[in-house]
Nanobody, 124 residues
Framework: QLVESGGGLVQAGESLRLSCAVS?????????????MGWFRQAPGKDREFVGR????????NVAASVKGRFTIARDNAKSTMYLQMDSLKPEDSGIYYC??????????????WGQGTQVTVSS
């Protein structure tokens, strides 16, 4: 089970940190440290879009160009938790943010497990 938390309502320019906790070996029986993870978001009336990802090993992370320089991804394997630090938030960052587990592709993550999502609303 992937459980997001940390969403809320903030003003433009403010920050939020989302968390995604993975319970036990909820992803295909594998430990969290073996799982590639990522964040996606979906605004009303729009397709779900890739935000960023974290490799299972070597500490590699990357984020989409639209959030580069403002969002960062981190993970704590001891806590089976991934984080999305969002700074300098803009109204266009509003949407439901989903935690995901899957496999790295060339530019994104092929998802096989989704969280339930957490709402982020940025007011202008």
């Amino acid at each position: 089970q992937l459980v997001e938390s940390g969403g809320g309502l903030v003003q433009a320019g403010e920050s939020l940190r989302l968390s995604c906790a993975v319970s036990g070996r909820a992803v295909s029986g594998r430990p969290f440290s073996d799982i590639a993870m990522g964040w996606f978001r979906q605004a009303p009336g729009k397709d779900r879009e890739f935000v960023g990802r974290s490799a299972a090993t070597n500490g590699y992370t990357n984020v989409a160009a639209s959030v580069k320089g403002r969002f960062t991804i981190a993970r704590d394997n001891a806590k089976s938790t991934m984080y999305l630090q969002m700074d300098s938030l803009k109204p266009e960052d509003s949407g439901i943010y989903y935690c995901a587990a899957g496999i790295f592709t060339a530019q994104s993550l092929k998802v096989d497990h989704w969280g339930q999502g957490t709402q982020v609303t940025v007011s202008s």
